[in-house]
């Protein structure tokens, strides 16, 4: 089996990255213990969390994948994510953090059941959104959170600078309980 990171490993890097895409202030300047992301609850595969306070305030729920190919790749840390944003009206934004900077052509794309969510990366901006990849269509953001409560796995494609296709499988085990703890922590 592959090495799996945890969640709580993978949180601390979570923030960072965060920091970088969304231009928080509070991440980019250290968390102090009372900045630290709020752990709202762990269900089975999935978090959620709540950080900041205000008009920065945002929650998430996250998951990292059960099965990384190919095995034995050199990647970093590897995580899904579904954010709120209430100040910035901001709901059921998805991203993924896939621990390798992107090929400039990629077209990374997810799938859940027999929905298929293109994605593009975040190669052109730059920086750690090398490393990031987010629904082309936003408007389907809805659709692909429905998918996620309702389905068993989720899978993700994408291919490596370095032109390595990677296949990142995730559990969907308790994601419908996270994703409803962010709704219910960061209502509109």
């Known amino acids: 089996m592959p090495r799996r990171k945890t969640i709580s490993s993978a949180l601390t890097l979570a923030c960072a990255a965060l920091a970088l895409t969304f231009g928080l202030a509070g991440f980019a300047a250290g968390a102090k213990a009372q900045d630290a992301p709020k752990l709202l609850g762990k269900y089975d595969d999935w978090s959620a969390y709540t950080y900041g306070s205000g008009n920065d305030r945002m929650c998430y729920a996250m998951t990292t994948p059960v099965k990384m190919l190919p095995a034995g790749a050199n990647r970093g840390d590897v995580y899904f994510m579904v954010t709120h944003r209430p100040a910035r009206n901001t709901r059921n934004e998805v991203s993924m953090r896939v621990g390798y900077p992107f090929k400039s052509t990629s077209r990374p794309f997810a799938t ?18 090398r490393f990031w990849a987010w629904l082309e269509n936003p ?21 490596s600078e370095r032109d390595t296709l990677t296949t990142d499988t995730y559990s969907l085990k308790g994601s419908s309980a996270a994703l409803g703890k962010i709704d219910e922590a960061c209502k509109k």
């Open 139 to 159: 408007s389907e953001e809805s659709k692909m959170v429905k998918a996620l409560r309702a389905g068993s796995s989720m899978e993700i494609k994408g291919t």
């Open 112 to 129: 859940i059941g027999n929905d298929k969510f293109q994605m593009f990366s975040g190669v052109k901006e730059g920086g750690e959104h």
